[in-house]
């Protein structure tokens, strides 16, 4: 009975070494210098593609008006320095829709999506950093 | 009896000259009013931030003594006083300027506006500076130390050593000390809360170990906030945005 206990015991201590060592080992293999590289985003859906898109370009934008004091004429002027591409609308491959207006004397932008009832919605844009899709 | 007396050829081109003069400071007296020179703004924001360059771009309507529209101010390379930076504008939409201050004192100040914006930008070079000055101020030679931005993180390749890194936090990552010097790889995200800069590590690799999230966590309790933006009055600002980009790191309020 004593010595089927310490059998035991024996069993579980070398389940917990094995085990810390397979974790350790996996620690050290993923060390390894080819894994320096960043966690890989979450896939996601188009709809949320989108989103990402626009607060990409938005801030781009708003780069882009730090360092020359006023918006671009044009979305393209914002790559490479600010963003390395303006992407397009995930589902009409249309690209997005830039509109630079005035208010107040003070400059100001909307991107929008090209067909927002490709995702269910009247409306799809972002304007002064707030995204709008209702 | 008295007699008219007409100016005699002398002094009326005089007269000429002094009316038009008055005319004229008036008109431009009324101007300044409104809308001050570039350059006593610039005097006056020198005092205020320490920088490479200021620039001023104003949008002061069509009329004349129309108030202004909207003011933006850049700072180029401000290295002291704030977060070392590439680019920092100030956007006021319908400002008033404190003229008196400015032309009495030479202070800038803006007693009221509808809106106002901020927004720094920070290249990886700078970034890179701010260390070696760093390390150069607390004598760490260092073998390698690389800051490469892939969005949304900030990626680091360092080979530091291990007296480099303060006592109590040497503690939590002692185990993986390899040749008293550490060597490895991190990937982070920032964020900014009230003028706080976090760090937010999700991978970092150390001595050929990826750190487990449970020692990530600690470390980034025991690191954070990892800056305090100071506020450089009379810009009340609070920086609230952080984006990381091919070029730069970007805060806005």
């Not at chain 1, 995930?90 to 005035?102: A, F, I, Q, R």
């Not at chain 2, 969005?151 to 503690?171: Q, T, V």
């Amino acid at each position: 009975m004593r010595k089927h206990k310490l059998l035991l015991l024996l069993l579980i201590l070398t389940v917990i070494l094995v085990a810390l060592i397979a974790y350790v080992s996996v620690l050290y293999w993923r060390g390894d210098v080819s894994n320096y590289e960043p966690p890989q985003p979450p896939s996601a859906s188009s709809s949320e593609r989108v989103q990402s898109d626009l607060q990409d370009l938005s801030q781009a934008l708003e780069a882009y008006f730090i360092k020359n004091m006023e918006y671009p004429h044009k979305l393209e002027l914002i790559q490479p320095e600010f963003l390395d591409r303006v992407a397009a609308d995930p589902l009409s491959g249309k690209p997005y829709l830039y509109t630079l207006y005035e208010t107040e004397g003070a400059s100001r932008y909307r991107i929008s999506v090209p067909d927002p009832n490709l995702y269910n919605v009247r409306e799809f844009y972002i304007e002064g950093g707030k995204l709008v899709q209702n | 009896m008295f007699k008219i007396k007409f100016p005699t050829p002398v002094l009326f081109p005089l007269m000429i000259v002094i009316s038009f003069g008055s005319v004229l400071f008036f008109a431009v007296s009324d101007l300044y009013a409104q809308t001050p020179p570039d350059s006593e703004l610039i005097k006056a924001l020198k005092k205020i931030v320490q920088c490479e360059r200021i620039e001023i771009k104003t949008n002061a309507g069509e009329k004349r003594n129309e108030k202004l529209k909207s003011m933006v101010i850049k700072f180029v390379s401000v290295s002291k006083n704030f977060l070392p930076a590439d680019y920092i504008t100030v956007q006021y939409t319908n400002p008033t300027i404190d003229l008196k201050a400015l032309k009495n004192s030479n202070t800038f100040n803006v007693t009221s506006y509808s809106g106002f914006k901020i927004g720094v930008l920070v290249s990886d070079q700078t970034l890179k500076n701010e260390f070696d000055k760093t390390a150069k101020k607390m004598n760490i030679h260092y073998n390698k130390f690389l800051i490469k931005f892939s969005p949304p993180y900030i990626e680091l390749e360092f080979d530091i050593p291990a007296s480099g890194i303060a006592p109590e936090d040497r503690k939590l990552v002692e185990k993986f000390v390899k040749n008293k010097k550490f060597e490895g790889y991190a990937a982070l995200r920032l964020e900014v809360h009230d003028n706080k800069i976090f760090a937010s590590p999700t991978k970092v690799i150390l001595n050929h170990f990826l750190l487990p999230m449970t020692v990530i966590d600690q470390i980034k309790r025991r690191m954070n906030p990892l800056y305090q933006i100071p506020r450089i009055q009379p810009f009340n600002y609070a920086l609230e945005k952080v984006g990381i980009q091919q070029k730069y790191i970007f805060f806005s309020n």
